[in-house]
């Protein structure tokens, strides 16, 4: 019921929008986060939004770099990766779940019960 895209590849300081779009179904999942998985590596969650009020929390690998923000008529969460790395080479996912997590765990994937598919993000020159 989550819809990840936007991916690519992109050469060192490019920018990339991924989306994450929510269906119906998941319309009242208000909080949606953004982890990664780069091969041989643990998933990182990277960013997290409430789609109620807008509350966010970022990774401080991503901080200032990468903006998330949500189009509430569109069901849909965006993450603006600008200044991208090659570090940030990884598959990325959306998550989502119903009710406010502690903002200590926003980023911990053990917080988030509803996955989409992942989006690669090639980052290389």
């Known amino acids: 019921q989550l819809q990840a895209s936007g991916g690519g590849l992109v050469q060192p300081g490019g920018s990339l929008r991924l989306s994450c779009t929510l269906s119906a179904f998941s319309s009242d999942y208000y909080h949606v986060a953004w982890f990664r998985q780069a091969p041989g590596k643990e998933r990182e969650g990277v960013s997290y939004?409430?789609?109620?009020?807008?509350?966010?929390r970022y990774a401080d690998s991503v901080k200032g770099r990468f903006t998330i923000s949500r189009d509430r008529t569109k069901n849909t969460v965006y993450l603006q990766m600008n200044y991208l790395k090659p570090e940030d080479t990884a598959a990325y996912y959306c998550?989502?779940?119903?009710?406010?997590?502690?903002?200590?765990?926003?980023?911990?994937?053990?917080?988030?019960?509803?996955w989409g598919q992942g989006t690669q993000v090639t980052v290389s020159s």
């Open positions: 998550a989502a779940r119903l009710n406010r997590p502690v903002m200590s765990a926003a980023l911990s994937a053990a917080m988030y019960y509803n």
């Open positions: 939004i409430n789609r109620r009020d807008g509350t966010t």
